[in-house]
């Protein structure tokens, strides 16, 4: 069964504090590794696809890679502003599979 | 803003009650998702619909049900409701079957 882990759950940081967020999946046919951001009560916004292993994307202070097994979020200098949920979700042969998020607090 | 939009933005209705959730995709995806959202649970796909046809099926209950008409905007109607339905529904849109999804607002249901 495709499955798409990801971790940690919760994630507390300092303005300025890089880290990275984990997003391992199964799936059978990965067809694309797709981030979003979620702000409470709100629809999830897209971030980034990616395709292939060894490929990467940034946008501002995020940047995602993949592998074969996972995909990570990087987030260098974060501001307060970057505070949200970060959805990681697999594209498999019929539909894209969710993980559960990470909610990232970044405090000033 | 995505494109997408979702009506109503909240609903209040009671136990065994019928509802229906509008969306109306970003201009150009003919594919459509519906998603509910409970606190205590991720994303759960409900129903994937690609140019009025019904292409993949998720954790949707009996009760629930979908469509998709020659606009390509959709309904998702849900009836018998229980306490548990109270959630937040979104609906995603696409270009195609397998491209990144773009997610409405949302709609919040409350079922008292």
């Known amino acids: 069964e495709d499955q798409v882990t990801q971790s940690p759950e919760a994630l507390r940081l300092q303005e300025g504090e890089s880290s990275s967020l984990n997003c391992s999946y199964t799936v059978s046919g990965l067809r694309g590794l797709f981030w979003y951001r979620q702000d409470p009560g709100k629809g999830p916004e897209f971030l980034f696809t990616?395709?292939?292993a060894g490929e990467e994307k940034e946008k501002e202070r995020l940047k995602a890679t993949l592998t074969k097994k996972e995909s990570f979020l990087h987030i260098t200098a974060p501001k307060p502003e970057d505070s949200a949920t970060y959805l990681c979700a697999a594209g498999g042969f019929q539909k894209l599979v969710f993980g559960t998020g990470t909610r990232l607090l970044v405090s000033p | 803003d995505s494109g997408v939009t979702q009506t109503p933005k909240h609903l209040i209705t009671a136990t065994g009650q019928r509802v229906t959730l509008r969306c109306s995709p970003r201009s150009g995806d003919l594919s459509v998702y519906w998603y509910q959202q409970s606190l205590d649970q991720g994303l759960q796909f409900l129903i994937q619909y690609y140019n009025g046809e019904e292409r993949a099926k998720g954790n949707i209950l009996e009760r629930f049900s979908a469509q998709q008409f020659p606009d390509l905007h959709s309904e998702l109607n849900l009836s018998s409701l229980e306490l548990g339905d109270s959630a937040l529904y979104f609906c995603a849109s696409s270009v195609g079957l397998r491209n990144e999804q773009f997610f409405g607002p949302g709609t919040r249901l409350t079922v008292l």
């Open positions: 990616l395709y292939s």
